[in-house]
């Protein structure tokens, strides 16, 4: 698993302090899609380094990494993040119908009855809501809308999403612009 040039890599996980004395590792998922962990998948790290992880154990939040046996080597990676590639995660990660990765939201352009509000800088998750995280259209802001704004991300405000076109259609968006 190479990155392509300058391709963004996605922050997935952190590995944290050593239990025990044969280099098992606590394991932190910052995703959505924990079965893209399992023995044998690869990552990279911000260590510069590519792991492969070996006898990983999710229910008891732990892992291995193949090659390394003890807890000095193994004290080497706490605190490393793990990194992949938007093509690892879309081969390995299963999505529901309806479902969007993050990724392929951002930069979307997002219109409401014909009119374009702006387009999503990121999507935010806050509680248990994903939001829109929005930059206003320039012409609204000439008109004295704020720059940016949130939009939920979930029925009734969203109507429809391609991802292929980058254009997610809502509804209310424009009342929350004016009421931000």
Known sequence: MKPQKKEQLLHIATIGKTVGIHGDMK??????FPE???????????????ITLDDVDLDRGLIRIKGVNTVEEAKKFTNAKLFTTR???RKNCHLE??????????????YEDGVRLGHVHEVERIAITNY??????????EKGLPKKFL???HE??????????????????????EAS
């Open 151 to 153: 939009i939920p991300f």
């Open 97 to 110: 119908e309806g479902e969007f990765f993050w990724f392929d939201i951002d930069d979307c352009e997002v």
């Open 36 to 50: 893209q962990f399992f023995d044998g998948a690869t990552f990279f790290t911000n260590l510069k380094k590519e």
């Open 132 to 141: 829109l995280a929005m930059i206003t259209d320039e012409k609204l802001v």
């Open 156 to 177: 009734p405000f969203r109507v429809s999403v391609d991802i292929e076109k980058k254009i997610i259609i809502v509804n209310g968006g424009m009342d929350i612009l």
């Open 87 to 89: 093509d690892e995660t």
């Open 27 to 32: 394991f932190h998922d910052k995703s959505d």
